[in-house]
Structures are given as structure tokens and as C-alpha cells.
């Protein structure tokens, strides 16, 4: 039974190595890659089910006993990402099939993405930090190949930055597992919590805690985000979402991990200090949103508004604030995703990115204006849409924690959103339109598809919030209660 | 053994960190190659340096060597012997595109 836990990374890596063979049958790479996806989601639905009812559950490789072996460690939290990320991968790939081109198909697109998910869900489950940096790893290596697919000048020139800048955080990475082995002699992660526990966190080991925080910053885009705009607006639209979607999320998860349960006990200096650049990433992101004049310019520094957002919650470290954070994760995968689908698809009607250019876009398109508007909304954090939830809950738990200043940068942020995707939709969708009826472009019928079936999941996340609350609430438990993810590793 | 050790750490990151701030693209790539070597023997140095007692818990009286460190080194440059092959890759690929191996001429606005 234990054994689904691995199916998640597994599956994925098999049916990636296998569709390489396959390079230039692309209609069966694209069958074999949506099972495989629809199978892995269905696969983490019922392990979250399963997680939900019989508490966390582990895989020790091997038979190795923790906190000897590498371990896989399912509880709500790690599930509930896996299954969104899944999800939103699938339906990705929906809009890839019909925008990609057949050039990029044959250039292993399909085993890449595969391997990308891989490494996405291998780091949500990983219950050893050294193997939390392998995934990593499997993670990046694929994005680095996904950032210059397709081999344009701007892509080659972008991507380039992005992997150094990458190269020297998974080194940082490298040097805080160097430090935190020496200090506790342990890479369980369950177990480095429970000898942080024992020793008091000290001053070394709270420095072991910022160097981490200061990696995973990097990855996440907490403050440390200047490489993200750029590299994120020059791969393909259906690379673009799973990026803005699931590639600073683990970055997030990670830190959320970190600081719940290995360093919890220093909160005045690493809480505060994620709090601090919480709030510096969520103004930054607002200015450069608000002086964006493309598209991409405003999507990507929407990305990192949400990260501040999010992390708003961790730093705040309520009950509430964490419930929040996690709706708000969740929201924000599916959110995001959709609306780099449909900025990847404004670009590829008008052939424009600048937003003065476009104009009219609703006249020719209704449905498709109409999409944007609930991403719009959901974004903003409008009632019964998928932000929604999220945004009371931080701001409940600001509210408890007494964290005013946070409180105020961040429900501000949210007008800064909604101003700055206004403008988009003012400027593009609204207007006189400049390309008449009979000579638009159709848009594909699959990424239709793709948006509709990522606009009743934002739907579903916000009415349905209830349905999803005893598994956050079982995440939370988790995440505020270390002891029960440590009691399920070294006492089971 | 380990402070000299350290000492050599340090004077590696040193040069790594001097070649990665340079322009050239080689000189960076090849800046995070000593980089990657530099944090190896670090964890090399972290986890205790020859013992000359076997592997194996209770097998002799002075204890134990800690076989974990070279498990993770041994990952560790698989990954970054990998990292560094595809960058070298990808410089050559944007040099024949972009002409140039200058990064200060690579920087540029994402649209052009």
C-alpha cells in the first residue's frame, strides 16, 4: 500500500524515458503523455484520500528504517500540492497539443515535461533533505531545457542567466546541507527537527535556517526575484504557465516546510525576516506591474506579488495564516497557470505583447474575454472565486498576529492586481477592435478547452472550499503540529 | 587535517566567486565547476575526516567512519558533472546565435 507513495515520481520518469524513443510519433507521445498525467492525478487523489483518513504515510526505500534511509513522505499537504500540480500539468499539456508546433513537439517536449512534473512532485514528497536537492535538481534540469526549447535568440540569451543564476542557488543549497549535516549529523528531515528540537536552536543552527531561507528564496522569487521576469516570458505559452504555475510553488513549499517543522523555534529572526521580504517582494512586484507595458511585464510580476502574498502567511504563522496559505497555494497554481495560457494566447492572435497594441480582443472572442475576467476576479480575490478564501484567511491570522503592516501591503497588492490586469482587459479586450471579424485567427479548440476546464477549477476551488477543508485542515494540523509528521517517522 | 581543509574551501570559493563575476562565459561556467568542487570537499570536511575505522557501527571500538559524506559528493557531482555539460552546451549555442560570449552585451530588455 505504502508503495503508491513513489507512483507520483515514478511514473512520470518511466513513460518520459520511454516517449524519447518515440521522438517522431508526436500523436502517440501526446496519448501516452495525458494517461500518464490523468493516471498520476487520479493516483494522488486517492493517495490523498487514503492520507486523509489513515494520517501520514511513508515509504522507506529499500527497507532502510529512518533516519537511516531516503524516505517518501505523504501527509495532506505534500498531497494536496501534488494533486493540483498534477491537474494543472494535464490540462497544460491540453493546450500544448494545439499551440506548441510540430518542431518543438520533436525535440523531446513531452519526455521534458514529464521529467519536470517528476521533479516538482518528487520534491512535495521527499521526507530527506539531501533528496529534496536531487529533485530539485531533476526539477531544474528539465526547466533549463524547457526555458531555451525552441532555440530563439531572446530564449538562448534569457535562458543562459537563468541557469547560472540557478547553478549558484543549488550550490548555496549544497553548502546549508554541508553546514546543517555537520551541526546534526542527520538529512531525515523529521529527525533534524527533532534534534533541533533537543538542542535548542542555537545561534549556528539558526544561521544553517537563513542560509536555507536565502536558497529557497531564490527559487521561490521571495525578494530575490530579478531573474524571473525575464525568463519567464520567453519559452512557449504552455512552458510559461507550468512555470509561473509549479516552479516557484516548491520553492514556497520548501520554505513552508523548513520553517514549520526543522527551524520553528527561532521565530523573532527567521520569521520576521520572511515577513520583511514578503512585504519588500509584494511592493516591488506592485511597482513593476504597475509600470509593465506588455503582457508579459505584468504577468510575471504578478507571479511574484502572489509568492509575497503566500509567504505573508508563513510569516505571520497562525493557524489561520497557514490555512490561508495553503488555499492561497493552491488558488495560486491554477490561477496563474491559466492566465499565462491566456496571455500566451493574446500574443499569439495579435501577434503583439505590448497591450496598447491589441485591442478589441472580446469583439472577435467573447468567450475567451470573459475567461480573462474570471482570472481577473480570482486574482483579485473576489467572493466566490478561488483567491477569495486565501486572502480573508492571511489577513485573519494578520489580523491575530497583530502583523498590521503585512496586513496592509498585502490586501493593497490586491488592488495593485486588479488595477494592473484591468488595464490588460481595458486595453486589449475592450475597445475597437483592429482585426475584423473574417480575418481573425481561430483559436484552437483544445487550448478552449485547456481555459474552460482551468476556469471551473478556479470555480470549483472557491465554491467548493468547503469540500477541500478537511484536507487543508488535516495540513495544517500537520504543519503546526510538528510533532505529528515526527511521531509518523521515527515512531511508526 | 580539517582547518587545512577549510583553509583550501575558502580559497576555492574565492577564485569560483572571481570567475563568476567576470564577463566571459566561459570564465563563468568554468567559475561554477571550482565552485561545485569547492563545496564537495566542504562536505567532505563536515562529515570528519579519516578515521581509519570501517564503515559499520559496532564493528570496532573507536567508533565508526561516516560513509555518508562520499554518498553525497558522489550524487552531488553526478548532478553537477550534468549541469556543467549542459551549460557548456547552451553558451556554445548562444554564442553561434547571439555572437557573442560577452555578458554585458547578452543584457538586452526581454522585447525585442
Known sequence: MNNLIVLPLIIPIITGVILVFLRHSIMLQRVISTITMITVSIMSFILLEIVESEGIIRLDFSGWLPPFGILFVADSFAML???????????????????IGKQIETMFFYPFILFLIAGVNGSFLTGDIFNLFVCFEVMLLSSYVLVAIG????????????????????????????????????????????????VGQEPLLTTVAVLFLLVFSLKAGLLLFFWLPGSYSVPPAAVQALFAALLTKVGIYALIRTFTLMFPLNQDITHTLIGVMAGITIIAGCMGALAGRDVY????????????????????????????????????IVAKALLFLIIGMMVYLTGESVIKNMSGLIRNYPLFGWIYFIVLLALTGVPPLSGFVGKILIGQGAIE????????????????????????????????????FEDRKPIPKGAYGSFIFLAVTIVFIGVGAESLSVYVKDAVNTLMNPSVYIDAILKG | ?????????????????????????????VGTAILSHAVHLLILAMGG?????????????????????QALILTAIVISFATTAF????????????GTADFRELRGISDE
Not at chain 1, 192 to 197: H, L, N, S, Y
Not at chain 1, 306 to 319: D, P, Q, R, S
Not at chain 2, 7 to 22: A, E, F, Q, R
Not at chain 2, 54 to 62: K, T, Y
Request: aromatic share 10%.
Open chain 1, 81 to 99: 500540492l501534488v494533486l493540483t500540480a498534477s491537474i494543472v500539468t494535464t490540462i497544460c499539456l491540453l493546450y500544448a497539443f494545439s499551440t
Open chain 1, 151 to 198: 532555440g530563439k535568440k531572446v530564449q538562448l540569451r534569457e535562458s543562459l542567466k537563468y541557469v547560472l543564476i540557478n547553478v549558484v542557488a543549488s550550490w548555496m543549497f549544497l553548502v546549508a546541507l554541508a553546514f546543517l549535516y555537520g551541526t546534526v549529523k542527520t538529512l531525515n528531515m523529521a529527525h533534524i527537527a527533532q534534534r533541533v528540537a533537543e
Open chain 1, 297 to 332: 511585464t505584468i504577468g510575471t510580476y504578478n507571479v511574484i506579488i502572489g509568492v509575497g502574498f503566500i509567504l505573508i502567511g508563513l510569516a505571520v504563522g497562525t493557524e489561520a495564516a497557514i490555512t490561508g496559505a495553503i488555499y492561497y497555494l493552491i488558488h495560486d
Open chain 1, 401 to 436: 498576529a497583530e502583523s498590521y503592516i503585512l496586513l496592509a501591503i498585502g490586501f493593497a497588492s490586491s488592488i495593485i492586481v486588479l488595477y494592473s490586469l484591468l488595464r490588460i482587459f481595458l486595453a486589449s479586450f475592450f475597445g475597437e477592435t483592429t482585426i475584423s
Open chain 2, 1 to 29: 587535517m580539517e582547518s587545512l581543509i577549510v583553509i583550501l574551501v575558502g580559497i576555492l570559493v574565492s577564485v569560483g566567486t572571481y570567475l563568476v563575476l567576470s564577463r566571459h562565459m566561459i570564465r563563468v561556467i
Open chain 2, 49 to 69: 575526516l579519516k578515521k581509519g575505522v570501517v564503515p559499520l557501527l559496532g564493528q570496532s571500538e573507536d567508533g565508526f567512519t561516516d560513509a555518508l559524506p
Open chain 2, 87 to 98: 551549460l557548456l552546451v547552451l553558451a556554445y549555442r548562444t554564442y553561434k546565435t547571439n
